[in-house]
């Protein structure tokens, strides 16, 4: 799979940033728009879930009957759906650790699993500045997956969970 420069397994590391030798944390570059500032100078808080919910679809994909992405996600979950699934946002958990400035630099957003069930997941996010690698931002969101022709929860399959499995970590609220 080709790289583009917004989506990578190994990009550059800012200062600051620690590499994740395991390859369970998909890295992602995400831009922040003058609009998503506040009148404090900073991200808004609804913005950051706007990015998160961005770096979510940069790692796993659109489902595929929404959207045109322009390049590959780096692991090909949720676009491999079938045409009447949604994934449904049960939960979000977000913790501030610093100010979010705007940059005319992608902010940097890791994504990985937490936990995985019968017919959801749980996903993590670290968002560090992406001029200093500033630790600013961690998050989960739990999705569940919805079958909206039976109109019932949809189980994820083998191969779905064993893609999703390769991408599980640690919570990054266990210790924080």
Request: aromatic residues 6%; charged residues 20%; glycine residues 8%.
């Amino acid at each position: 799979m080709a790289e583009s420069p917004l989506t990578t397994n190994a990009p550059p590391e800012p200062a600051g940033a620690r590499a994740d030798p395991s390859g369970v944390r998909l890295r992602t570059q995400v831009p922040l728009r003058w609009g998503d500032m506040d009148a404090y100078g900073h991200i808004n808080n609804v913005e950051v879930l706007r990015l998160l919910e961005e770096a979510r679809i940069r790692a796993f994909g659109a489902p595929a009957h929404t959207g045109s992405p322009v390049g590959e996600p780096l692991a090909p979950l949720f676009n491999e759906l079938p045409r009447h699934a949604q994934a449904l946002v049960i939960e979000h958990r977000v913790r501030y650790l610093a100010s979010l400035e705007y940059r005319d630099v992608p902010a940097q957003i890791d994504v990985w699993v937490t936990q995985l069930k019968g017919a959801g997941l749980t996903l993590a996010y670290e968002i560090r500045d992406g001029v200093d690698g500033t630790r600013c931002v961690i998050a989960e969101t739990q999705l569940a997956f919805f079958d909206t022709e039976a109109h019932r929860l949809l189980r994820l399959s083998t191969q779905q969970r064993e893609q999703a499995a390769a991408h599980q970590g640690q919570s990054p609220f266990r210790g924080a």
